[in-house]
T-cell receptor
Framework: GEDVEQSLFLSVREGDSSVINCTYT??????LYWYKQEPGAGLQLLTY?????DMKQDQRLTVLLNKKDKHLSLRIADTQTGDSAIYFC?????????????FGKGTHLIIQP | DAGVTQSPTHLIKTRGQQVTLRCSPK?????VSWYQQALGQGPQFIFQ???????QRGNFPDRFSGHQFPNYSSELNVNALLLGDSALYLC??????????????????FGPGTRLTVL
């Protein structure tokens, strides 16, 4: 079955770049996602990437996809205190954009002043 | 444009009881998915409804059932509650039609969740 792995914690200094990594198992995944969850809140879609892309940039966010290694990363430039949250990597279960998602356990991003 | 809404916000039940959670999808979306998020874990996919039928299902027992109405809203029902059912239940909406043209509407947008506590 599908499995998504992430490191549990990442600590960075304010103003530095944060890089959150993820590995997935289903090579047929067409869509890969990054979601953000703040304490007591639901999930906020940050960005997604199609499997035929290597990179996607959206303002401070850069997503890199290495299909050979099934590795996905999210880079947040100029990390701010408001970026403190849990970040989830997810892949679509059946590969399609509207399909159910398999999530990792999430990476807690901790910002040091 | 209203996003995904869920009710109630919080719920407390006792073991053995039954619970119904409700979700209204984002405007223009036709598909509703339900997820269970235990404390400290990532969301786990329960099932997805499209055209009033269960389209996909995760690894959850039959105690978990659902329904989708003609207006695309959905309910999640859990019977014979166990202590382990305590979790945040998240609803997400998306568009099957949008997925075929790969627009932004084919991604899933989540509601704020319902916090269920089973005592």
């Amino acid at each position: 079955g599908e499995d998504v792995e992430q490191s549990l914690f990442l600590s960075v200094r304010e103003g530095d770049s944060s890089v959150i990594n993820c590995t997935y198992t289903d090579s047929s995944s067409t869509y890969l996602y990054w979601y953000k969850q703040e304490p007591g809140a639901g999930l906020q879609l940050l960005t997604y990437i199609f499997s035929n892309m290597d990179m996607k940039q959206d303002q401070r966010l850069t997503v890199l996809l290495n299909k050979k290694d099934k590795h996905l990363s999210l880079r947040i430039a100029d990390t701010q205190t408001g970026d403190s949250a849990i970040y989830f990597c997810a892949e679509s279960i059946m590969g399609g954009g509207a399909d159910g998602l398999t999530f990792g356990k999430g990476t807690h991003l901790i910002i040091q002043p | 444009d209203a996003g995904v809404t869920q009710s109630p916000t919080h719920l407390i039940k006792t073991r053995g009881q039954q619970v119904t959670l409700r979700c209204s999808p984002k405007s223009g979306h036709d598909t509703v998915s339900w997820y269970q998020q235990a404390l400290g874990q990532g969301p786990q996919f329960i099932f997805q409804y499209y055209e009033e039928e269960e389209r996909q299902r995760g690894n959850f027992p039959d105690r978990f059932s659902g329904h989708q109405f003609p207006n695309y809203s959905s309910e999640l029902n859990v019977n014979a509650l166990l202590l382990g059912d305590s979790a945040l239940y998240l609803c997400a909406s998306s568009s099957i039609a949008g997925s075929h043209v790969r627009t932004h509407t084919d991604t899933q947008y989540f509601g704020p969740g319902t916090r269920l506590t089973v005592l």
